[in-house]
Antibody, heavy 122, light 106 residues
Framework: EVQLVESGGGVVQPGGSLRLSCAAS????????IHWVRQVPGKGLEWVSV????????YYAESVRGRFTISRDNSKNSLYLQMNSLRTEDTAVYYC???????????????WGQGTLVTVSS | EIVLTQSPATLSLSPGERATLSCRAS??????LAWYQQKPGQAPRLLIY???NRATGIPARFSGSGSGTDFTLTISSLEPEDFAIYYC?????????FGQGTKVEI
């Protein structure tokens, strides 16, 4: 069974930093791209970032580019999101989501974690 | 970027009724459209990918259709567990974008 478990959320002041983690199991981790998708409570879904299975390519939404960094450690079956220069508008539940496509990036989100809440507030 | 507009915003129906949800794209997404279901306090769940393909474990009462700019998710006979928010999402154009959602309520 595919499982994704996020951690690292919390309350941080504007301008601060936070590092999210996503622990994966139930599949061959380095065969799949993994995404971060966020959701402001009570609002819609916004794609944030993706990293390919081998970690060789990364892409970011315009709203986070230059502030967030996605990475992965395939030896630990783990995904990370380093978030710097946080803004109040970054407040959201952050989900990690496994791509559906094997060995490429299909941008369809087949498996999701339960999410971790990030609150940016003074 | 491609904007997806879902309608209606809210659909009020009863168990056993048919639900028809619409997703319209601001430009063609070919058939690269997916549908997700989200229940309160839960992560989204993939229902349909590439317009009409049911994801693993999704019941046959869920079906998707359309092409180009107009797409439909149909739930043939609503079960109590189907009352949720449904999102469409395109993947033909970067960045991948979601619609704003349709809430199916009792």
């Amino acid at each position: 069974e595919v499982q994704l478990v996020e951690s690292g959320g919390g309350v941080v002041q504007p301008g601060g930093s936070l590092r999210l983690s996503c622990a994966a199991s139930g599949f061959t981790f380095d065969d799949y791209a993994i995404h971060w998708v966020r959701q402001v409570p009570g609002k819609g879904l916004e794609w944030v970032s993706v990293i390919r299975g081998d970690g060789g390519e990364t892409y970011y939404a315009e709203s986070v580019r230059g502030r967030f960094t996605i990475s992965r450690d395939n030896s630990k079956n783990s995904l990370y999101l380093q978030m710097n220069s946080l803004r109040t508008e970054d407040t959201a539940v952050y989900y990690c989501a496994r791509d559906w496509a094997f060995d490429t990036t299909g941008y369809t989100f087949q498996h999701w974690g339960q999410g971790t809440l990030v609150t940016v507030s003074s | 970027e491609i904007v997806l507009t879902q309608s209606p915003a809210t659909l009020s129906l009863s168990p056993g009724e048919r639900a028809t949800l619409s997703c319209r794209a601001s430009q063609s997404v070919d058939n690269y459209l997916a549908w997700y279901q989200q229940k309160p306090g839960q992560a989204p769940r993939l229902l349909i990918y590439d317009t009409s393909n049911r994801a693993t474990g999704i019941p046959a009462r869920f079906s998707g259709s359309g092409s180009g700019t107009d797409f439909t998710l149909t739930i043939s006979s609503l079960e109590p567990e189907d009352f949720a928010i449904y999102y469409c999402q395109q993947r033909i154009n970067w960045p991948p974008m979601f619609g704003q959602g349709t809430k199916v309520e009792i």
